[in-house]
């Protein structure tokens, strides 16, 4: 079957053998759209805290910078059901535009928000403002430009493609940090906290709104949405309805994957600062070291996912991870420094996060077109909600198991919930169109 998108004819057939007219201007805008999704993500917690003082004040800056961080995680589930029917409805293209935009629009708003000197709490007010409505367009986001990269993708490359889209959010974390490191190296501190924290949020707007004109003038939507049947309340459809059940049993995968991102990277890196295992410039480059493998190991795991299947892959790691995260996190901290350590962080990564490279593939497979954006959309941000409170119920687990025997459970815990959402799953080993493994999902489900 051939239809036509734009100025000529495409085949549509999923188990081509050459990648579709269209398919790579569609991967190449997933690949970049989530690193600048994943810049915008981390800007607050990286390029803010140099300036905290200057920005809200020396009181409760901890606590501050973590209301800006509930502010987006907020914001994100919410612009999931407001964008993901919206996708489904009208287009993923057209959706990607709006949000990419809004999330330019508000990084670049943010970057102009007066000092806490002129406008006093109002600037943590503003800053909290934006970052919740910016959150509602990066949750839009996801819903749109991953689902339409892996329309357009053979089922061959698919779990590849995930896993250079996935790998994009360790890259984005270690460019903001090294943007802020030479920054704080040509301005120094005074000048950076007074001004120069502006320039990172500068860079992300600017990198938004080229990723606008990227997909108004290079990608369209997929053959497969094109020609699929729109449902008129696909939201309902994900959330009570036919696919409610795949809703949460991705929900509860994606749920072990954030725990393994918090306690695997943020947790760690601040435990290894109080401990005064290693300096400030030590933890960031072990962090750094970690982060660089993190992401080669989730473009060869989404790739592997091809090969193994996704169901099998994340069963697989998620019974090694139960075992190894916690062992090789606790080995950490029996080391006092030097590149011994650093390749234990390392190896924590691999074993943790690197789970993510099939997730692209995964989550858009799960769900048939007709309710694909939304069903990935609120999957994907949903389940960062409870993984992210563990502020509020480690530190109990940690005054009765101790301070790392308790993040040793919960990375158990983690891999655990990843074995089972895996297993309460269909195998999705994508040797057929992406509808046709969506389908089958829902029939298993």
């Known amino acids: 079957m051939r239809v036509h998108i734009g100025p000529r004819a495409v085949s549509d057939s999923p188990t081509g053998r050459t990648m579709p007219a269209g398919a790579r201007s569609a991967v190449r805008g997933g690949v970049l759209g ?9 800007l607050p917690i990286i390029a803010l805290a140099p300036a905290a003082a200057s920005l809200y004040g020396t009181e409760d800056m901890a606590t501050n910078a973590g209301l800006i961080f509930v502010a987006t995680l907020i914001g994100r589930p919410l612009g999931a059901a407001i964008f993901g029917p919206i ?8 959706t990607t535009r709006i949000t990419i935009g809004g999330v330019g629009l508000t990084t670049a708003l943010i970057a102009a928000v007066p000092g806490q000197n002129l406008f006093g709490s109002g600037t943590l007010l503003t800053i909290l403002a934006l970052r919740f409505l910016g959150g509602i367009f990066i949750g839009g986001g ?21 896993g250079l889209i996935m790998w994009m959010s360790p890259w984005a974390n270690a460019s903001i940090a090294a943007l802020v490191f030479a920054l704080l190296g040509i301005l120094g501190p005074d000048r950076y906290s007074d001004w120069g924290w502006r320039i990172p949020f500068v860079v992300g707007a600017l990198m938004a709104l080229g990723m606008v004109e990227y997909y108004r003038r290079n990608v369209s939507d997929s053959p497969i949405w094109t020609r699929a049947a729109k449902a008129s309340t696909p939201l309902r459809d994900v959330l009570f309805g036919p696919y409610r059940r795949q809703l949460w049993q991705v929900f509860v995968l994606m749920s072990g994957m954030w ?21 400030d410039q030590d933890v960031s480059f072990a962090m750094l070291c970690a982060t660089v493998v993190s992401a080669l190991a989730m473009a060869g795991s989404g790739h592997l996912s ?26 950490v901290f029996r ?38 954006s939304s069903g990935y959309g609120v999957a994907y941000s949903l389940s960062i909600v409870l993984p992210a409170l563990y502020p509020f119920y480690l530190p109990p687990l940690q005054r ?40 089958a999902g829902a029939e298993l489900s």
């Open 87 to 94: 996708a489904d409805r009208i287009g993923r293209t057209t």
């Open 400 to 439: 009765v198991l101790g301070e790392h025997l308790a993040v040793a459970a919960l990375l158990a815990l983690a891999g655990f919930l990843v074995a089972t959402g895996a297993f309460m799953g269909p195998e999705t080993r994508s040797r057929t169109g992406i509808d046709a493994v969506g389908t």
């Open 142 to 162: 996801y819903t749109a430009a991953v689902p339409l990269a892996m329309e357009w993708t053979l089922p061959r490359r698919r779990g590849l493609v995930s």
């Open 34 to 42: 989530n690193f600048v999704d994943q810049f915008d993500i981390f």
């Open 306 to 331: 091809t090969l193994t299947g996704r169901r099998s892959f994340f069963v697989g790691f998620g019974i090694v991870s139960a075992v190894l995260a916690p062992t090789v996190y606790l080995a």
């Open 259 to 279: 725990l393994f991102t918090n306690m695997a990277i943020a947790v760690l890196a601040g435990q290894l600062k109080a401990g005064g295992q290693l300096s």
């Open 335 to 372: 080391e006092a420094g030097g590149p011994a350590l650093v390749l234990l962080v390392a190896a924590l990564q691999v074993v943790t996060v690197s789970v993510y490279g099939p997730v692209a593939a995964y989550l858009t497979e799960r769900f048939p077109t007709a309710v694909r």
